[in-house]
């Protein structure tokens, strides 16, 4: 057993909202592979390979939420930053508990 006291999962800012949650992304087009990782600056970094044209990069990031979250992309909307590295996407049937869970799941 360490001696360490161990680090608490830090989650990225949410909005419970009457649609649904609004989670706030750190987008990294362009990167070796598609994943979800850490924290920065209250955002959820997600690293995607496409580039950031056409918004090809966009629906990669919508994607990799999916599979991250456990949800349909088809409840998953980009709600603002459609042409910025920060973003925020609005996660619908799902609630700010079940997000924190798969991301706790997911970032441990």
């Keep these: 057993?360490?001696?360490e006291a161990e680090k608490p999962v830090e989650f990225p800012e949410l909005k419970s909202t009457p649609e649904g949650i609004e989670l706030s992304v750190r987008a990294i087009p362009g990167a070796s592979r598609n994943s979800t990782g850490e924290i920065r600056q209250g955002a959820l970094v997600v690293k995607?390979?496409?580039a950031p044209?056409?918004?090809?990069?966009n629906h990669t990031i919508c994607e990799v939420l999916s599979?991250?979250?456990g949800i349909p992309k088809s409840r998953i909307r980009l709600l603002r930053g459609e042409?910025?590295?920060r973003k925020t996407f609005l996660l619908m049937k799902?609630?700010?508990n079940e997000v924190e869970e798969a991301l706790r799941s997911h970032l441990e």
């Design 83 to 85: 042409q910025s590295r």
């Design 53 to 57: 044209e056409k918004g090809k990069a």
């Design 94 to 96: 799902i609630t700010s």
């Design 48 to 50: 995607v390979t496409t």
């Design 67 to 69: 599979g991250t979250l």
């Design 1 to 3: 057993m360490s001696n």
